[in-house]
């Protein structure tokens, strides 16, 4: 998260959600953000400057007139200071008088006087955010540059909705400021396609073959790469972790699904990154109906899945990237897990293989570390230490960057 020294002004308008953006005040904080909170008087009618000075550790703004720490011109100074502004919850209210250009409190005058980068989560009924004329307010901020997360569907404060209205989760906007705040990379504007967790193989309608992938370091990806600015496609197998921000998401359950859909994808795809466990295996003759138990030995047949990466005709220029599974340590069993790996560079026509262990310590399946060896084509390989699969996955992109310039 590239939040460490940045200066964020967090706008808060009069909304229920504003008890969400105390969280989004102490995350964006503990990431190393200096945050300084601006309240209209009507969001200080929900929570209390106090509790937004508690959480960031800074003063509070609330008006124009009574001015904090001397700070006449606190308005200019934080829309030309700023790194970037969140106006989280953006009410029905403070969109309107934003898109008339009113410049009435500390907040709209802020947002008048500033020429960099807006951010806005917009809560409010859904109704309000249907009217004609939030939508005609929200079309010309978004022309004017702003940039808009959510609002999603879901429970409203009155009661459930299947309408947008209810403000992103904190750790939404807080991954959508990540991405505005990035520096500008190679990945930049690159349809980066991802592919994350288990597939599922039937038996019988209610017994599968699979194995223990949690897809967390597919997610990691998915995650990273939004971060630093790529439009992310991610396919993925049976799992329950919450679908990370920012990324189109197709589920699939079988080896075959996750074939079919990436034939598709993959056609639009700059980057491709393989980090899906799907099964190799699958029953060859699944029965229709549940197998009953019985006492004898139960023996199964089984039949290779679909080859994935052999079967994609990748875009020209593609820059793909395989893992490769080993349960042997790093040298694999009875021999050199990096010359395998090189073997599957040559093989599947890879730009680079991430070699990993299963049986080691906090790497592989489920856990949230990973311990990996970056394999190229030509050079040396690269051992990383133990780190979280999210900094794996950061040094796995800035290989890519690095292949892509
Ligand atoms: C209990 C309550 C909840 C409200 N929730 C919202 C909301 O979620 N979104 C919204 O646009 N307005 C909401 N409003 C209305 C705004 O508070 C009102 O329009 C106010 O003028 C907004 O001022 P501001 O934009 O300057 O903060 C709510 C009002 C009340 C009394």
Redesign the pocket.
């Known amino acids: 998260m590239p939040f460490a020294g940045r200066h964020v002004v967090l706008g808060v ?5 504003c008890y969400k953006s105390c969280t989004l005040a102490r995350r964006l904080t503990e990431s190393g953000a200096q945050v300084d909170v601006v309240l ?4 200080g009618e929900f929570v209390r400057p106090l509790t937004f000075e508690a959480l960031t550790g800074r003063p509070v703004l609330a008006s124009l007139w009574e001015r904090g720490g001397g700070r006449a011109l606190a308005h200019i100074e934080l829309a030309k200071q700023g790194d970037l502004v969140i106006l989280a ?1 953006a ?4 969109l309107a ?1 934003a898109a008339q250009g009113m410049a009435d ?1 500390l907040l709209t005058a802020l947002l008048l006087a500033r020429t960099g980068a807006v951010l806005c989560a917009p ?3 859904d109704a ?1 955010f249907a009217h004609p004329a939030t939508r005609a307010n929200l079309k010309t901020l978004a022309e004017r540059g702003w940039t808009f997360v959510g609002p999603e569907t879901g429970a409203l ?1 009155e009661g459930p909705s299947e309408l947008p209205g209810r403000m992103s989760e904190p750790e939404t906007i807080l991954a959508a400021a990540a991405r505005l705040l990035a520096p500008p990379g190679r990945l930049k504007g690159k349809t980066v396609l991802v592919t994350a967790g288990p597939t599922r193989e039937h038996l019988d309608p209610v017994r599968v073959i699979t194995n223990p992938s949690s897809g967390r370091m597919g997610y990691a990806l998915a995650e990273a790469a939004f971060a630093r600015g790529a439009e992310v496609i991610l396919v993925v197998g049976p799992t329950d972790l919450p679908v990370p921000t920012g990324a189109v998401t197709h589920r699939v359950e079988t080896t075959a699904e996750m074939q079919r859909a990436l034939q598709t994808l993959v056609k639009r795809a700059d980057v491709l990154i393989m980090a899906a466990a799907p099964a190799d295996y699958r029953p060859a003759a699944p029965a229709a109906t549940k197998r009953a138990r019985s006492a004898g030995d139960l023996t199964l047949k089984l039949e290779p899945t679909p080859d994935i990466l052999g079967s994609l005709k990748r875009p020209k220029g593609c820059l793909a990237v395989g893992f490769a599974l080993e349960t042997g340590g790093r040298d694999g069993e009875g021999g050199d897990g990096v010359a395998r790996a090189r073997q599957k560079l040559q093989d599947k026509a890879l730009d680079l293989v991430i070699l990993n262990d299963a049986l080691e310590p906090g790497a592989g399946f489920e856990v949230p570390t990973n311990r990996v060896t970056i394999v190229r084509n030509s050079g040396a390989p690269t051992e990383l230490p133990l780190l979280s699969k999210r900094d794996v996955a950061e040094r796995i992109l800035d290989e890519v960057e690095q292949a892509l310039s």
């Open positions: 308008s009069g909304g229920i959600a209209t008087a009507a969001a919850p009410t029905a209210h403070l008088r409190d809560a409010m009924n309000m404060a």
